[in-house]
């Protein structure tokens, strides 16, 4: 294997990206720490560059609060695009591939239908702009460049809706849960194991992919599997997003189109319910 270096390593996505070099045995990856590796901080992120000369950079570092990012768009900015862009200009200088982590809130996402990697991005948040606004970067700074387009992360690690879920519904007789918001969960250990198929195959197409479980799904339905799987007995009320506001508005209907991913680099994508199941038992197995 190449060197590989994980930017962002202590969020969601690095945590299962060091257990996924740990199940496949892959060697040659450095999980450097935040403060070696902000990416608002170019001189530092330059002496990283230069010790380690990596192969491929996977950036797993965004500001991902969506409805904060509402009211600290300076910040969501900073990270989302110049990170993106600063990570870009030294990939391009140490001709290293960067594989960088986007969403599915760069659509508006108002009709029913698989959005493609080449469908016209009209974000509606300032987290969706600001995540829009690093993919260009990205690719006007650099050629070499893997875009992955996620929905709906979550596993058994860091702050998310399983984990979220499962405090409530442990703490609660009734949930009311959104139904009208539909997408895709993404298991973060199937993202980080897409990743290294992409690394190790020895064709390389550039450009923007999108990566989720297959299947579809609403908020609501997610949380009663989530209960189902678990064994959580919890009442759960279907509710419009007009009954529960807030700060930043999200795509309606976001499933995206995996074909390009799967044709291209030949990648098995789960099902998104088969996937829930390891989680909880892996959140079963650490507890």
């Not at 450095?30 to 002496?47: G, Q, R, Y």
């Not at 650099?142 to 387009?149: G, K, P, S, V």
């Not at 918001?181 to 199937?190: F, I, L, R």
């Not at 088969?274 to 959140?283: G, H, M, Q, R, T």
């Amino acid at each position: 294997m190449e060197k590989v270096l994980v930017i962002g390593a202590g969020g969601q996505l690095g945590q299962c990206i060091k257990k996924i070099v740990a199940l496949r045995s892959i060697e040659n990856v450095v999980f450097p720490e935040e403060k070696t590796a902000n990416i608002l901080n170019v001189a530092d992120l330059a002496a990283l560059f230069e010790e380690q000369k990596p192969n491929y950079v996977i950036n797993c570092a965004a500001y991902t609060a969506v409805d904060k990012a509402e009211d600290e768009a300076d910040i969501a900015k900073a990270v989302n695009e110049t990170g993106a862009k600063n990570l870009a200009q030294l990939c391009q200088q140490y001709q290293a591939t960067l594989i960088h982590i986007s969403t599915d809130f760069v659509f508006e996402g108002n009709e029913i239908k698989l959005l493609k990697e080449d469908d016209i991005a009209e974000p509606i948040s300032v987290y969706g702009v600001t995540k829009l606004d690093g993919e260009l970067a990205i690719t006007a700074a650099l050629q070499q460049h893997i875009i992955i387009r996620t929905s709906w992360l979550y596993s058994e690690f860091a702050n998310n809706f399983v984990k979220t879920m499962l405090k409530l519904g442990a703490e609660r007789d009734e949930l009311s849960i959104i139904a009208d918001q539909v997408g895709t969960p993404t298991y973060a250990v199937d993202l980080a194991n897409a990743i290294f198929d992409i690394i190790e195959n020895p064709t390389k197409v550039y450009g923007v992919y999108h990566f989720s479980n297959e299947g579809v799904t609403s908020w609501y339905d997610f949380a009663q599997a989530i209960f189902k799987l678990s064994g959580t007995n919890v009442k759960v009320h279907p509710i419009p997003t007009s009954a529960y506001p807030t700060k930043a508005k999200r795509p309606h209907f976001s499933v995206m189109d995996k074909t390009k991913i799967k044709a291209t680099y030949h990648i098995n994508v789960p099902y998104w319910t088969d996937s829930l199941e390891k989680c909880i038992d892996a959140l079963k197995a650490n507890s």
